[in-house]
């Protein structure tokens, strides 16, 4: 397989990272593992520069972070014959992760093989993904995720960073479906969100989606509060929405989260949904 090749997740990767879209919790998926690995050092230069324009690669914290090997980069110790994190690490990591940072803006945890991890530990690490300390970013690293709980998947975002042409412009599906609901909520006819959500396919995807949606939404209300460049999305949901009400919608598209997290039917789900954004706007 060609990796020069770029990805549509590799992709919408980068572009989260430019625009400082990224969820505080991710998945990079890749069977051959080689994607994930040219990616890691990336992204945590990207996570403990300092800098305006991250990652700057010139400055001590990103040098720091070639091999990985910055003091704000934890990398989980791996056990037994499967090579994965138990729970006793995952509980290590609980610990360690409510202690700032030593020297960045931010603490990085890399979890490899997260895909083998035992339910246990997966149950101890989905308490700490649902309500994280400010200033963290957990990079999960898996061949298959869908060997992860749903629950796990419904609170994180998702990279496959295997070579696919979900897209020919290289703009991830999941990111895509968050824009057009976003782009649906200043519209005055609430039947247009409902259309822009109705394709929700399962939780894992609505929560993929609706995590995006979040990092639209607090986009919004940074360029609207404090003047930051923002996409023309959102530039009009801030002519169009008031910032207590982005405020609200973002609480609404909490509850959602927790909501997936129940087995819940997806058409009332969709429709709950709309109608709680349409309320909040």
């Given at each position: 397989?060609d990796f020069e ?8 990767l980068?572009k989260a990272?430019k ?7 991710i ?12 990616e890691?050092?990336y992204?945590c230069r ?5 800098e305006n324009?991250r990652?700057?690669?010139k ?7 070639e091999?990985l090997?910055?003091?704000?980069i934890?990398k989980?110790?791996l056990?037994?014959?499967m090579?994965?994190v138990?729970v006793?690490?995952v ?7 409510y ?9 990085v ?10 339910i246990?530990?997966?149950n101890a ?8 300390p400010?200033?963290?970013?957990f990079?999960?690293?898996?061949e298959r995720k ?20 979900k ?11 968050a824009?057009?609901i ?8 609430g039947y247009?969100l409902?259309?822009a959500?109705?394709d929700?396919k399962?939780?894992?995807?609505a929560?993929?989606?609706i ?6 939404i ?7 509060t ?8 959102e530039?009009k949901l801030?002519?169009k ?10 609480d609404t ?5 927790k909501?997936l997290g129940?087995?819940?039917?997806m058409n009332?789900?969709?429709?709950w949904l ?8």
């Amino acid at each position: 397989m060609d990796f020069e090749k770029v990805s549509s997740g590799r992709n919408a990767l980068r572009k989260a990272l430019k625009l400082n879209r990224i969820s505080h919790a991710i998945v990079l998926e890749d069977k051959y593992r080689k994607g994930i690995e040219s990616e890691l050092e990336y992204i945590c230069r990207w996570a403990v520069c300092r800098e305006n324009e991250r990652p700057c690669g010139k400055c001590i914290q990103c040098r720091k972070a070639e091999g990985l090997s910055h003091p704000d980069i934890y990398k989980a110790q791996l056990s037994g014959k499967m090579e994965a994190v138990n729970v006793e690490e995952v509980r290590n990591i609980c610990s360690d992760a409510y202690i700032r940072p030593n020297e960045a803006a931010n603490k990085v945890y890399i979890i490899r093989n997260a895909d083998r991890m035992q339910i246990q530990a997966q149950n101890a690490l989905l308490k700490l993904i649902e309500e994280p300390p400010q200033n963290i970013l957990f990079i999960l690293c898996c061949e298959r995720k869908d060997n992860l709980l749903p629950t796990i998947l419904s609170r994180v975002t998702v990279y496959s960073l295997e070579n696919s042409e979900k897209a020919e412009d290289g703009t991830d599906e999941v990111y895509a479906a968050a824009e057009i609901i976003a782009a649906a909520i200043p519209q005055s006819k609430g039947y247009n969100l409902l259309l822009a959500a109705k394709d929700f396919k399962d939780r894992e995807y609505a929560g993929r989606v609706i995590r995006n949606l979040k990092e639209i939404i607090a986009d919004a209300l940074k360029a609207k509060t404090a003047g930051t460049e923002c996409s023309d999305t959102e530039k009009k949901l801030c002519e169009k929405v008031d910032a207590i009400n982005l405020l609200n919608i973002n609480d609404t598209l909490d509850t959602a989260l927790k909501r997936l997290g129940s087995n819940i039917n997806m058409n009332l789900f969709c429709t709950w949904l709309c109608s709680e954004i349409r309320r909040k706007k």
